[in-house]
């Protein structure tokens, strides 16, 4: 037995060198220079390259609704003018898209191009291209792009990727209820609600609006993140933690407060029930979602008329930004073509065309005003919506590792202080130890 | 019907010819499980995010792991867990693996029934059951509205919610462990049976006296599986609950997958829970194996 | 006689009451499928659909080339189904019915592969993939995962329970090993084969892990990979989801109803009475 299991290990063994090789010469001239590993895997390419021939570019992509269309359209445009680049789009789902990246990346195989979040980036910015070494103005091109987006793309001076779209949170209403209860939404960002106001306002429909609670909240990360900022609270600051402050606390009681007077249902929270499915059941005034819900309600809400309003404010008026970007990586053997083709992609015209179809926002300046097929008031109110956005929104989610760190820890305390297992003051406490590991 | 040893026959073919039989599965199971494990022990000894050069740090993430508070709670959430659901997963198959060799219409029709839930995929599983037990949207808090009777936060509770990731489990691996256990009755010889009635023995003596013994290598087969699949539970799981509420269901798999992908993505020290995951489980089915001699029929 | 027929009439209650409730679920799942998208996650709910459309169905199949996907993963979950009950039932009757040496230590290594979270260790399985040349390739999808514990473990098991003396008798007229192998044993485990073809069969139609880890390019997609893309970054596009997850179980049922009268009338006829 002895005798066998030591026959075992050497074949074990043998293997794990032969692997080993070729996965340790993979990784080393990874980090070494991205032109050394490709080499290898790419000389077909760069032959094409200079002949002209065939180049070919893999899009890791993920979407949720619409957006995959209006990426295909964009190809085709590029197609046209560039004739001799395919570009392949490769379907992933969104919570797998990270891991593929880098899979393919340290095992050898990096895509041309993929499709990011804020969240994506900061664990794969190691493996992109630093878009400064590509393009000659990059200033130029970094001009024409919100500047309060930066910090998402920008990690550490280096231009990871461009933002193809930015997305808004915001306040969506069963606006059926809201008549029926007599109740009048703001219309103009001169009349917005107070938090106060707001909750007046939601109680009044629970009771004459026919629905059974008042708000759910998506998630309590990334969109409970806008009633703090709201409450004139944040998460970083610029040299530490910046969580415990009078602001988050209030923010904190207030919140469990929503939940304890039952107006927001603990079941989204705590019991996994989908706060977008609740809406659609037509159980809750107000759904504290954002922008990229346009398509799914616009399609499957038949039941009611809903609409989108201001969110409220406290201290301040905020949303909180997200978006996406396309990024290109190291080592792909057609670096250059995989720029060329974000440029062309993020352009004034494509762009509007990609956001025109997806119904999203664009996070060009000269996109700002773009003609909907559909609800163009509904956007004209989440573009206020991220006007009017405190600069502790982007710079908390723009935070290298932010949202990969504190995402998990942040939704699992606030189960716990809605469940009662904790106080908010000790929530602020285990937070502000997460969150200083960001520092070091 | 204990193995016996051949006794003196013992040619050259006779000595190759299991290795050969196993060559096949040895092959695969080295190449593609046993190496990258061996690169898994060995990150765990690293520090390393999965993208950067891996930084050796010893022990320390298995020093890390023994104090992980958070590990260990999941930990035991994951025994309590499979403590209560083996028993039902070993028994409930084995009750409908009985009914379903007996001489009944449709019987095809009733084994696909039972089968179906395991072909289901976790996502939908994991949406039937909030169908179900949803607080707001499932049926069974609505009936019980209807009636008035008050609603059940099944899912906003942990014990609640743990009793139905219970149910959700049972429910999905039943037809699975069914089938083995019909394949295992199918080789018990209805003679055995047709004696003991002349015996003047009742169907419960049959089943206690006959089929128990003789089932032993399946009964076997399905402890050890089921337990492995148990302590592994993930998919179901994170359909249904997210490990909700709060971390009440939040058991070990789940715990290694969110240092490995999510916040700091600590491949490294996922490596090192997943290698202390390996020997629990290994340390478990060695003892099975003692206890039951590798299953088979005494 | 009445006792008996009391006992039948009981089996026939107790079957009917656990199968409603097994289905239920399933009935459920599929009667949404009938929806409309602001139908499905109404509150009170609607157990029959108001309005039967077929909406769902069209749009999901719309959303991709699941006609390729389909095939795509036939092909793989039958070769691979193939391959692991040959190399499966092979080894099983290796470890059941052989002393050799290293058996109990090559066992207990088998059944230890199923007990790691393999997604921590994509990492480096991708990498040993790509050595044998399979990226991006169904031999990556058909082969890897053709061994798998639980067959191996489920065959040993059965052949326990064959008795040894058949083989002992066999060697005595001068069969050699091979000989018993193929036709005196393989006939007798028939049922266990067909159970283990009914759950190989199942893991590879639902496989995600490996698709994932081998798959590139689009074209060569299986039905999970492309079942999964319905999940997006903020919501699941249930109505296609729940549409094509009915749809996908219908080529496992077939393969489950086919096997199935393999499994239980292979006892009788295989001469095991002793």
């Known amino acids: 037995m002895k005798k066998f299991l030591s026959l075992t290990l050497v074949l074990a063994l043998i293997l794990a060198i032969s692997v080993g090789c070729s996965s340790s010469s993979g990784q080393s001239s990874q980090q070494a220079s991205p032109a050394a590993n490709a080499e290898a895997s790419t000389a077909e390419s760069s032959a094409a390259e200079t002949t002209g021939e065939k180049v070919v570019l893999d899009m890791l992509w993920f979407a949720d609704g619409a957006e995959t269309e209006a990426m295909k359209h964009i190809i085709e445009d590029y197609k046209a003018i560039n004739p001799n680049v395919q570009i392949n789009l490769l379907e992933v789902p969104y919570d797998e898209i990270t891991n593929k990246i880098m899979m393919s990346v340290v095992g050898g195989e990096p895509p041309a191009l993929a499709r990011t979040t804020e969240s994506v980036l900061s664990a794969v910015y190691d493996a992109t291209l630093d878009l400064r070494e590509y393009v000659d103005d990059i200033d130029g091109v970094l001009a024409q792009f919100m500047p309060s987006i930066y910090n998402y793309f920008i990690i550490n001076d280096k231009v990871t990727a461009l933002p193809t779209d930015v997305t808004a949170n915001g306040m969506i209403y069963n606006k059926t209820a809201f008549d029926k209860a007599g109740v009048k939404v703001p219309t103009s960002p001169d009349d917005v609600w107070t938090w106060d106001e707001f909750v007046a306002a939601l109680e009044k429909v629970m009771a004459d609006g026919g629905v059974q609670y008042g708000m759910v909240i998506d998630n309590p990360s990334h969109r409970w993140s806008s009633i703090l900022y709201q409450f004139g609270g944040k998460f970083m600051g610029e040299d530490g933690p910046a969580f415990n402050s009078p602001e988050t606390l209030e923010a904190l009681k207030f919140t469990k407060e929503l939940f304890d007077k039952e107006i927001v249902p603990k079941s989204t929270w705590l019991g996994g029930e989908d706060p977008n499915n609740m809406f659609r059941s037509g159980q809750v005034a107000v759904h504290l979602s954002g922008n990229w819900m346009m398509t799914n309600y616009r399609d499957n809400i038949k039941d009611f008329e809903w609409g989108v309003t201001y969110m409220p404010k406290q201290k301040n008026r905020s949303s909180t930004p997200g978006g996406k970007q396309l990024a290109a990586f190291k080592g792909s053997g057609v670096e250059k073509e995989a720029v060329d083709f974000i440029l062309f992609a993020t352009s004034q015209e494509e762009n509007a065309k990609y956001c025109v179809e997806s119904l999203f926002l664009s996070p060009r300046l000269d996109n700002a005003k773009l003609d909907y097929p559909f609800g163009s008031e509904f956007f004209e109110i989440f573009s206020n919506e991220l006007e009017n956005t405190v600069d502790a929104a982007s710079f908390d989610w723009g935070f290298p590792n932010f949202s990969g760190v504190a995402r998990t820890p942040q939704n699992e305390g606030m189960y716990e202080l809605i469940a009662g297992n904790i106080t908010p003051e000790q929530h602020i406490a285990n937070m502000e130890e997460v969150l200083q590991e960001l520092y070091q | ?298 | ?274």
Request: aromatic share 18%; proline share 5%; charged share 15%.
């Open chain 2, 1 to 298: 019907m204990k193995r016996k040893k051949n006794r003196g026959v013992t040619s050259l073919e006779m000595k190759l010819f299991p290795y050969f039989l196993i060559l096949p599965n040895l092959f695969i199971f080295t190449a593609f499980i046993a190496v990258p494990a061996l690169f898994g022990a060995y990150f765990s000894l690293h520090n390393w995010s999965g993208i950067n050069e891996p930084v050796f740090i010893g022990l320390q993430n298995y020093v890390r792991a023994f104090h992980d508070m958070k590990f260990w709670r999941s930990f035991g959430k994951t025994l309590i867990y499979v403590g209560i659901s083996l028993p039902f997963i070993m028994g409930i198959p084995l009750f409908l693996a009985n009914l379903m060799i007996k001489e009944i219409r449709a019987k095809g029709m009733f084994r696909a029934i039972f089968y179906w839930p395991s072909m289901v995929s976790y996502i939908i599983a994991g949406i039937s059951f909030k169908f179900m037990f949803g607080d707001n949207t499932g049926i069974i808090n609505f009936l019980l509205d209807l009636f008035g009777k008050s609603k059940i936060g099944w899912l906003t509770q942990g014990r609640t919610a743990m009793f139905v990731v219970i149910l959700a489990t049972i429910w999905a691996r039943t037809g699975f462990y069914m089938v083995t256990y019909i394949s295992g009755l199918q080789s018990i010889p209805v003679s055995y049976y047709e004696a003991a009635e002349v015996d003047g023995a009742t169907p419960l003596q049959g089943f206690f006296k006959i089929t128990l013994p003789l089932l032993k290598p399946t009964t076997f087969l399905v402890l050890i599986l089921s337990f492995i699949d148990l302590f592994k539970a993930y998919g179901l799981v994170l359909a249904l609950t997210g490990g909700g509420p709060g971390t009440a269901t939040k058991f070990v798999v789940q715990y290694i997958y969110e240092a490995a992908f999510d916040g700091k993505r600590e491949m490294g020290y996922a490596s090192a829970l997943s290698m202390i995951l390996l020997v629990v489980m290994a340390v478990f089915t060695l003892l099975q194996f003692k206890v039951n001699k590798g299953g088979e029929i005494e």
């Open chain 3, 1 to 274: 006689m009445n006792m008996k027929t009391r006992t039948t009439w009981l089996t026939y209650v107790v079957t009917i009451i656990l199968a409603l409730l097994f289905i239920f679920p399933i009935f459920w799942i599929t009667l949404s499928s009938f929806k409309s998208g602001s139908e499905m996650f109404r509150y009170p709910p609607t157990f029959f659909p108001e309005k039967f459309t077929l909406d769902n169905y069209r749009i999901a199949f719309e959303k991709g080339n699941f006609g390729r996907y389909f095939w795509n993963s036939t092909v793989v979950a039958v070769l691979s189904t193939i391959l692991t009950v040959i190399i499966n039932t092979m080894a099983g009757y290796a470890f059941a019915k052989y002393d050799f040496k290293g058996s109990k230590a090559l066992f207990i290594f088998f059944i230890s592969t199923l007990m790691l979270p393999l997604e921590v260790l994509m990492i480096p399985i991708f990498h040993v993939v790509k050595f044998f040349g399979m990226y991006n390739s169904f031999a990556g999808l058909i082969i890897p995962p053709a061994a798998t514990p639980t067959g191996v473990f489920l065959l040993r098991q059965y052949f326990l329970t064959v008795p040894t003396e058949l083989m002992e008798s066999a060697r005595v007229d001068g069969a050699s090993e091979t000989r018993i192998f193929f036709h005196i044993m393989l006939p007798i485990a028939k049922p266990a084969m067909s159970v283990l073809a009914i759950f190989s069969f199942m893991w590879r139609w639902n496989d995600f892990m490996w698709p994932l880890l081998v798959i590139r390019d689009v074209d060569k997609y299986t039905v999970q990979l492309a079942l999964a893309n319905f999940s997006g970054q903020y919501s699941v596009d249930w109505n296609s989801l729940i549409a094509m997850s009915v749809v996908s179980v219908i080529p496992v049922l077939i393969i489950f109803l086919l096997f199935q009268k393999q499994f239980v009338q292979g006892m009788v006829t295989s001469g095991m009475k002793d």
